[in-house]
């Protein structure tokens, strides 16, 4: 199994621009998290799907962040308009979801996001 | 609300130590307990979980322990060796148990 894939694995933008992270999940897990790591603030949830249906947003910090999951093999985080203080390392994970309980959560190698 | 502590200030220890790191957390009673081990430059892995109802678990070189009354875990990690040198952190299931919360994390350097 290849474990949970991220890209890009490095991305440089300029503020203002576009910037769509993708991660493909381990196959068979029914749940998805996007995360955000930086020094000052730690590795912060920002949003999570369960079958493909987003369950809790509430730490995506603002409208410009938005986050898919069209089937069970992809999620998309984008963000627009980037600005400098989104600059980050996000990370994908997946995990099961079994009676109620979230088994270990498996990471991706994350994206470094720069903003300019 | 929740909260989770661990030492922000990094451990080191002389290699075949036993290196043991905090998790204090406050304002809930979680059901569970991991572990996790994240490398510069990489997500973190998962090492161990431990439920409410276990006093401590094992995993080769790993042990955890978790005390509901003190709410509070303690992870040991024996004979320690430089390749342990990491960040380790601890994470909880939020109240409802349906996201997790990760700690800071606590640098361990194992010096040969």
């Known amino acids: 199994d290849a474990g949970v894939i991220q890209s890009p694995r490095h991305e440089v933008t300029e503020m203002g621009q576009e910037v769509t992270l993708r991660c493909k999940p381990i196959?068979?897990?029914?749940?998805l998290f996007w995360y955000r790591q930086t020094m000052m603030r730690g590795l912060e949830l920002l949003i999570y799907?369960?079958?493909?249906?987003?369950?809790?947003d509430s730490g995506m910090p603002e409208d410009r962040f938005s986050a898919k999951m069209p089937n069970a093999s992809f999620s998309t985080l984008k963000i627009q308009p980037s600005e400098p203080r989104d600059s980050a390392v996000y990370f994908c994970?997946?995990?099961?979801?079994?009676?109620?309980?979230?088994?270990?959560?498996?990471f991706g190698p994350g994206t470094r996001l720069t903003v300019l | 609300s929740q909260k989770i502590e661990q030492n922000s200030e990094a451990l080191n220890i002389q290699e075949g130590k036993t290196a043991t790191l905090t998790c204090n957390y406050t304002?809930?009673?979680?059901?569970?307990l991991q572990w996790y081990r994240q490398d510069p430059g990489r997500g973190p892995v998962f090492l161990l979980l431990?439920?409410?109802?276990?006093k401590e678990k094992r995993k080769e070189r790993l042990k955890v322990t978790f005390d509901t009354t003190l709410k509070q875990s303690l992870f040991h990690i024996t004979a320690s060796q430089p390749a342990d040198s990491a960040t380790y952190l601890c994470?909880?299931?939020?109240?409802?148990?349906?996201?997790?919360?990760f700690g800071a994390g606590t640098r361990l350097f194992v010096k040969a």
């Open positions: 994970a997946s995990s099961s979801l079994i009676a109620g309980v979230y088994n270990e959560q498996f």
């Open positions: 196959s068979g897990h029914n749940s």
């Open positions: 799907f369960n079958n493909n249906v987003p369950i809790d």
């Open positions: 431990i439920r409410e109802n276990e």
């Open positions: 994470a909880l299931p939020n109240t409802g148990g349906f996201k997790t919360i």
């Open positions: 304002n809930y009673s979680p059901a569970y």
